[in-house]
């Protein structure tokens, strides 16, 4: 049986560990002593009672006492000890053929000290009563006495300092292994946005570049609002969520050059409940849905060609909206003509929510193409969460 059980401290800073180490076992002792005094207490009162019960001779309240606390405190002495040592044991021993000769040679010589303890500190009486002289022949009988007597204390404490390092171990574990996922998924995002803002980027330039001899104004103009956009995008840099008013301001700056490219066949239209602004939204969320209503709705229409861009609140819900007035979708799979921006979309909200999310393509009976998204609703503020 294999065992890797470490001091749960074992992986701090050598001063760290040191300072913590000694608010653990003060604690501990504190606890430890607190129990150990009301077992000495509770056991003196029991053996007064019962010499009463038994009709023997009743000593003074010093004796049952002196005789319990003195019992009891030298448990709380070594208790810790034998807390200690089954962790240095099992921190380096691996195997049951080398742990039992270790914890053999651990119980012989708590018995020991127990007996030496006792010896030292407590008296010895008589079967009449009387107190007997100190002598290694009586270390000897108290020790023999000791060895059956005190098997069960040993592994309990062996046990429960066990079954507290393997718990800590445990515990310390799954918090790496989160934190290790929250870590891949925060990787798996950021590539996904680095993937996502180079092709916004190159389709934005080839807009600008049809324009550049045909119109320099306004190819300059579009310059200006894709420099804006830049740093929007670079000011975020690896935030994966945003206030949905600024992924709004992000998006109203993208079909401003949407609109110089299409003049005055591009209508859009904003319908966002002012209750959402503040609700927290990935980064990039909205934009490529908008860019792909513009490039396969309203780019194939011969007239004017309208785009909605909704937000509202349902309950702990976030539903967002991006329609056109286009041709609207084949009736193949939806996922299976989404382009690369739709699919990144669907990956990131795969990765932000996992089930508490539904995106969702459908055609509209009057129209064009409907593209919604659920997720919970958050803020960065706590108090406006909690409303409504």
């Not at 007996?115 to 407590?122: G, I, S």
């Not at 927290?280 to 194939?300: D, F, I, S, T």
């Amino acid at each position: 049986m294999a065992t890797d059980v470490r001091f749960p401290l074992a992986q701090l800073p050598r001063r760290e560990r040191v300072w913590r180490e000694i608010l653990v076992w003060a604690k501990w002792l504190a606890i430890s002593g607190a129990v150990w005094c009301f077992l000495g207490i509770f056991s003196a009162v029991q053996q007064e009672r019962i010499d009463v019960l038994m009709r023997r001779e009743v000593m003074s309240w010093h004796y049952y006492f002196h005789l319990a606390f003195v019992n009891y405190w030298i448990y709380a002495a070594l208790g810790p000890l034998i807390v200690l040592y089954t962790w240095k044991i099992h921190a380096k021993a691996s195997t049951l053929s080398r742990l039992i000769p270790l914890h053999i040679v651990g119980f012989l010589t708590y018995v020991n000290l127990h007996a030496l303890c006792r010896f030292l500190f407590a008296d010895m009486h008589t079967s009449n009563g009387e107190v007997s002289p100190r002598s290694l022949a009586l270390y000897w009988r108290t020790f023999l006495y000791f060895v059956n007597d005190d098997i069960f204390m040993y592994l309990t404490f062996a046990a429960g300092a066990f079954g507290y390092a393997y718990y800590s171990q445990t515990r310390d574990r799954q918090m790496s292994e989160s934190k290790l996922q929250a870590q891949l998924a925060t990787a798996q995002l950021q590539i996904l946005k680095m993937q996502l803002q180079p092709h916004f980027l190159f389709n934005t330039l080839h807009a600008i570049s049809t324009l550049v001899t045909k119109d320099p104004k306004r190819a300059r103009k579009m310059i200006v609002l894709l420099s804006e956009l830049l740093r929007i995008a670079i000011d975020y840099g690896a935030t994966q969520e945003v206030p949905l008013k600024e992924e709004l301001d992000f998006v109203g700056k993208y079909l401003d050059i949407e609109k110089m490219r299409f003049e005055e066949d591009l209508d859009t239209h904003f319908n966002v409940d002012p209750e959402t602004l503040h609700a927290m939204v990935p980064n990039l969320l909205l934009q490529p849905l908008v860019e792909n209503a513009v490039k396969h709705g309203v780019r194939v229409l011969p007239g004017d060609g309208h785009v909605h861009v909704g937000a509202e609140r349902e309950g702990d819900w976030l539903i967002l909206h991006v329609r056109d007035n286009g041709p609207g979708m084949p009736e193949a799979d939806a996922e299976a003509s989404d382009g690369l921006g739709l699919k990144i979309t669907r990956a990131r909200l795969e990765q932000l929510y996992g089930k508490q999310q539904v995106f969702s393509i459908q055609n509209r009976s009057e129209g064009g193409v409907d593209i919604s998204i659920r997720i919970p609703f958050r803020t960065d503020n706590p108090k406006e969460q909690l409303q409504g």
